[in-house]
């Protein structure tokens, strides 16, 4: 086949293996809606592949030197490179609105994929598959149990409104009759219009409750804006 030796067939096998592996898990991202998908994550998987075949080709071609003009070659040094500059990718996945951080978990999945790609290229192809499973076992099936584990969920809610104490204690109760636990309160008095934005670092039992919170602030006067983030 085009002259290609014994080892460029078997490498070819193993980046259509790293690229279903890595198709397979950006599906599910893709599926969630996440900037990371299906492509991203099958380029990732197949990249890291190829760095591990190339790190054992050189070997291959180098290896047989000796004396002093001998090239020493460490195979391991571009595995090590990948899963650093993976990192990078990985941050461009994290989204972080107020104290609410988004996209750890596509970052490590990155991550991982990197791994498996690695994994692929190293010929390890049982420990490739099952680790495979296992990131898609923990983003399909660990999913799911996680949202019926009751945890917190915070916000930031930033409303603007006249500088009256009355009013500013009035929203504190309000937060705090719908069961918000205010951790942190911060303020930014406007002189010119005579009005103050405050900030509240709130804690919710259910994500659900932020749509309510929003619309009874939102329909209560004397607020000129309301924000949730």
Known sequence: MLGLETWQLEAMGQLALAAALGGAVGLEREYHGRAAGFRTHLLVCVGACLVMILSIHFERVFGRLSGQGAVRVDPARLAYSVMGG?????????????????????????????AIGLACGFATYALALFTAALVLFSLLVLNSIERRIEGHWYKMIRVTCENRPDEIEDIGRLLESEN??????????????????????????????????????????????????
């Not at 993976?86 to 991982?112: H, V």
């Not at 709130?202 to 602030?217: C, Q």
């Open 86 to 114: 993976i990192g990078f990718l990985g941050a461009g996945a994290i989204i972080k609105s107020g104290i609410t951080i988004r996209g750890l978990t596509t970052a490590a999945s990155l991550w991982c994929i990197a």
């Open 180 to 229: 918000v636990r205010i951790l942190d309160v911060d303020f930014d008095y406007n002189g010119k219009d005579q009005t103050v934005t405050i900030t509240y670092s709130v804690r919710f039992r259910d994500r659900s409750m932020a749509p309510r919170i929003y619309r009874l602030l939102s329909a209560r006067a004397g607020l000129s804006s309301v924000r949730v983030d």
